[in-house]
């Protein structure tokens, strides 16, 4: 089946024709209390190492689906090339999937084509992105999981929807937006919030990334306050077409 295979809204730009024009940056998410990285996160970049916003600004809402299939196959290609063994992060557009199951099969063939465990694939949703149908949700989360995959709410904090999809149904893990880590040391709103958000994913048994960690002192806090995974600048930039190694993050 090809990326674009009776998909309804598609004008004829499928995985394949992406494939050439985007490869994939890799950011770690770091686990401090073990003092090893958990896992990368797949950014997307132009091959000529454009940004992920300028790459984006050509996807419209008829090559979003061949644009969201694309980077699922690059991630887990390159990813696999570069003999990853830890978790994989894949952002996702959950306004692409048209069915859930009718969208992972590109994505099943892929893995099981470089042989990438399932298990390790974490597909990340942002609350940005304006969710249509909340049930449509649901069923993608549910159709994920049922193949071994984790959901992950990316960008929490950031927007408006946050707590409200929280409350209808529940991913593996939240990933604290940078606009609430940034000079959270130095502010007690900031510090109440996250302090609410951790209480509640205990409550609820998700894992917390803190993300967009930038400075030593926001990571002291946030350190105190019992978060373990970061991921940020202070840790290690992307890397265009590269893992970058424990040894390398300045622990």
């Known amino acids: 089946m090809t990326a674009n295979e ?3 809204k598609c004008d004829g730009k499928c995985a394949e024709d992406f494939d050439v024009s985007i490869t994939m940056a890799f950011q770690p998410v770091v686990d401090v209390t073990l003092r090893r990285i958990y896992g990368y996160e797949a950014l997307v970049r132009g091959v000529n190492g454009e940004s992920a916003f300028s790459v984006l600004a050509g996807i419209t809402e008829n090559n979003r689906y061949g644009f969201d299939q694309a980077c699922r196959v690059k991630a887990i290609a390159m990813a696999s090339e570069l003999g990853l063994d830890r978790r994989l992060n894949i952002n996702f557009m959950p306004n692409a999937v048209y069915h859930p199951e009718a ?3 590109l994505t099943l063939n892929t893995a ?3 042989g990438f465990p399932l298990n390790l694939i974490t597909f990340e949703f942002t609350e940005d992105e304006q969710i249509i149908d909340r049930n449509h949700l649901r069923g993608i989360i549910e159709t994920y999981r049922r193949h071994g995959f984790q959901t992950a709410l990316d960008d929490f904090g950031a927007g408006f929807a946050g707590l409200s999809l929280l409350a209808d149904f529940q991913p593996d893990t939240i990933k604290i937006d940078r606009c609430l880590v940034d000079g959270i040391d130095s502010s007690k709103p900031r510090q109440a919030i996250v302090a609410g958000l951790l209480k509640t994913a205990e409550m609820l048994q998700l894992s917390v990334v803190a993300e967009g960690v930038e400075r030593k002192e926001e990571f002291a806090l946030l350190r105190g306050m019992g978060i373990r995974l970061f991921q940020g600048f202070l ?3 992307p890397a265009i077409g590269r893992l970058i190694a424990d040894d390398e993050i300045p622990w």
């Open 6 to 8: 009776n998909h309804p």
């Open 103 to 105: 969208c992972l099969r």
């Open 112 to 114: 099981a084509q470089y």
């Open 235 to 237: 840790f290690a930039r």
